[in-house]
């Protein structure tokens, strides 16, 4: 590790946390139905929009209608792009004539874009057109992202209204994320993007003659516009096989940056939305000090293993970091922090090969997705996430103190601990069922392109990062089989909605009590007491329950690369 490291690590979290007071001052407006900058240009077409679509800003909906709706227009998502890739080959804006997606590579992918996963079994420069990657890929982008605050929007409203039944309107809370918030900050990202050298075009892919006389042909696209809602809407999906390490999604050390900063920047925000819209930003606070510390340490141990380096290598005589499958133009600090913000995050975007990094260097992406992706997380799922967690913390802080918990001002009880709970187990469900199929099925098996305990990450990774809606990859599997296609698939559905139903129960339940005023025995949910309980009962939980995979995998395979043994 160097000081230029960490000066690097630290400016970076400097921007994000300067970012997030403004950034969530405006969401905060713009979900509270205020006058935001944007609001003479934007409001006639948001009125319009509701004109045209039957519903009103007036209009509420209790927790079930809520998620009815959610369910209907995600299930539309799905069949839309289900369909564009299945029809590819006869539709247009096709100039490399991309053939139709075979059926289950295209459930798997669809899957993937609904639930904001953006796991790719596929190469995108050379299976997609570009009709697919803008009405489909980049599409379902904006409207995944909209999800994901809208449910974290109908949250916090079930925890801080006084009472009532409805906890909002999915429709108005996805047409104001996307018109007010989405779209104006995708089109200042995409513009910025060009500038830097990032493609936007339509043209057919370029012929070149390289130095020593042989053919290669340059795929271009509609990249920029891709890549700003990737980034922004912790998406992921690259426009490139090779993703953010392209040089064509990611060019310089300056668009890393604000890459970087464009992954954290909405869901560290919507911490300070939580705070404003109960009253008291110093909640807000707390939660983000708690994503905050298990941030720098996952940071602190990832950085560490990288610029470590690899002990057999080492004992070549060569020393030095681990830069196998990094960028020269990012190098060791900004690799293993880009890694640690896309699964802290569910991103899943990469600009270094996870499959490369050392053991306990690729461990760290593996915890941040199994712990829930809490850590700041995807836009929206980042913090509905950690409210799960924080029923559980208030309910254990109750537990310890022997009286009713409760969190700002709302009980939390029976029904909201199990559904907390539902909400957290369904995720080691996912990830670690399929696995353990996988790793003794012969099919699963024979996509492994390593074994022992290096093979068993793979494949835990793919199912982790599947299940999490995280959609980055270990690499050294070769997914595009029916059986991962299918299970994948199968696993990012789960990880989405087994979590989003639970949450909106939630809501509704919580939404429908009164707040009782803080008496002497309440537990401050604003200090430091606080976030260490929270810090605790996410890895407790955690650890738990996920320890036993991580030990028969990286662990298994740092400990074998320490005593000169490789796998």
């Known amino acids: 590790m160097t000081f230029n490291g960490w000066i690097q690590i630290l400016v970076y979290c400097g921007i994000v946390v300067l970012l997030v007071k403004p950034l969530g001052g405006y969401m905060y407006r713009v979900f509270s139905g205020d006058r935001t900058v944007l609001s003479p240009i934007l409001a006639p077409v948001e009125r319009s929009l509701y004109r045209i679509s039957g519903t009103s800003e007036r209009e509420e909906q209790h927790w079930t209608t809520y998620a009815a709706a959610l369910l209907f227009f995600n299930l539309a998502g799905f069949l839309v792009l289900y369909v564009l890739q299945r029809l590819q080959g006869s539709l247009p804006y096709n100039p490399a004539g991309m053939s139709a997606v075979e059926p289950g590579l295209a459930f798997n992918t669809a899957a993937s874009f609904m639930t904001n996963t953006n796991w790719?079994?596929?190469?995108?420069?050379?299976?997609?057109?570009?009709?697919?990657?803008?009405?489909?890929?980049?599409?379902?982008?904006?409207?995944?992202a909209a999800t994901g605050i809208a449910i974290a929007i109908a949250l916090i409203r079930g925890f801080t209204k006084a009472s009532g039944k409805s906890i909002g309107n999915f429709w108005v809370d996805m047409t104001r994320c996307t018109l007010y918030l989405l779209l104006p900050l995708c089109i200042v990202l995409?513009?910025?993007?060009?500038?830097?050298?990032?493609?936007?075009?339509?043209?057919?892919?370029?012929?070149?003659?390289?130095?020593?006389?042989?053919r290669q042909t340059i795929a271009v696209g509609p990249v920029a516009s891709q890549i700003a809602i990737k980034m922004l809407g912790t998406n992921g999906g690259g426009f490139f096989n090779a993703n953010a390490?392209?040089?064509?999604?990611?060019?310089?050390?300056?668009?890393?940056?604000?890459?970087?900063?464009?992954?954290?920047?909405?869901?560290?925000?919507?911490?300070?939305?939580?705070?404003?819209?109960?009253?008291?930003?110093?909640?807000?606070?707390?939660?983000?000090?708690?994503?905050?510390?298990?941030?720098?340490?996952?940071?602190?141990?990832?950085?560490?293993?990288?610029?470590s380096g690899n002990p057999l290598v080492h004992a070549l005589g060569v020393d030095g970091g681990n830069m196998e499958g990094k960028e020269t133009r990012f190098g060791i600090a900004l690799s293993a922090l880009?890694?640690?913000?896309?699964?802290?995050a569910s991103c899943g975007a990469v600009n270094a090969m996870h499959d490369s990094f050392t053991a306990l260097g690729g461990m760290i992406p593996i915890i941040n997705m199994q712990l829930g992706e809490v850590i700041v997380g995807g836009v929206g799922a980042g913090l509905y996430g950690i409210l799960m967690y924080i029923?559980?913390?208030?309910?254990?802080?109750?537990?310890?103190?022997?009286?009713?918990?409760?969190?700002?001002?709302?009980?939390?009880?029976?029904?909201?601990?199990?559904?907390?709970?539902?909400?957290?187990?369904?995720?080691?469900?996912?990830?670690?069922?399929?696995t353990a199929i996988a790793?003794?099925?012969?099919?699963?098996?024979?996509?492994?392109?390593?074994?022992?305990?290096?093979?068993?990450?793979?494949?835990?990774?793919?199912?982790?990062?599947?299940?999490?809606?995280?959609g980055s990859a270990f690499g050294g599997l070769t997914g595009n089989t029916p059986w991962y296609n299918i299970t994948l698939g199968m696993g990012m559905l789960m990880g989405r909605f087994l979590v989003i139903i639970p949450a909106l129960a939630i809501a509704g339940s919580l939404v429908a009590k009164k707040t009782v005023p803080a008496s002497a025995g309440t537990f401050p949910t604003d200090g430091p007491l606080f976030v260490g309980l929270l810090v605790g009962v996410i890895l407790i939980v955690g650890g738990l329950t996920f320890f036993p995979a991580l030990a028969l995998g990286p662990i298994v395979e740092h400990l074998a690369g320490i005593h000169g043994q490789m796998f």
Not at 447 to 466: C, D, I, K, Q, R
């Open 439 to 470: 790793v003794v099925l012969p099919t699963g098996v024979a996509s492994m392109a390593n074994a022992g305990p290096h093979g068993f990450s793979e494949v835990l990774y793919a199912y982790t990062s599947a299940a999490a809606n995280n």
């Open 338 to 344: 880009f890694a640690v913000i896309t699964t802290a």
């Open 120 to 144: 790719q079994n596929y190469g995108g420069e050379s299976t997609m057109s570009y009709l697919v990657q803008m009405a489909g890929f980049t599409v379902q982008n904006f409207l995944s």
């Open 190 to 214: 995409t513009l910025v993007y060009v500038y830097l050298g990032m493609p936007q075009t339509l043209s057919a892919y370029i012929d070149a003659t390289t130095l020593e006389g042989a």
């Open 245 to 307: 390490a392209h040089p064509f999604e990611n060019p310089d050390a300056i668009s890393n940056l604000i890459q970087m900063v464009s992954i954290f920047a909405i869901g560290a925000a919507l911490t300070n939305v939580f705070g404003r819209m109960n009253g008291d930003q110093r909640q807000g606070w707390a939660i983000l000090t708690a994503m905050g510390v298990l941030f720098i340490a996952g940071v602190a141990v990832c950085y560490w293993a990288e610029a």
């Open 391 to 434: 029923v559980i913390a208030v309910f254990v802080a109750g537990l310890m103190v022997g009286r009713t918990p409760e969190y700002l001002g709302k009980k939390i009880e029976a029904k909201e601990v199990k559904m907390a709970m539902l909400a957290i187990l369904c995720l080691p469900l996912a990830m670690l069922i399929f």
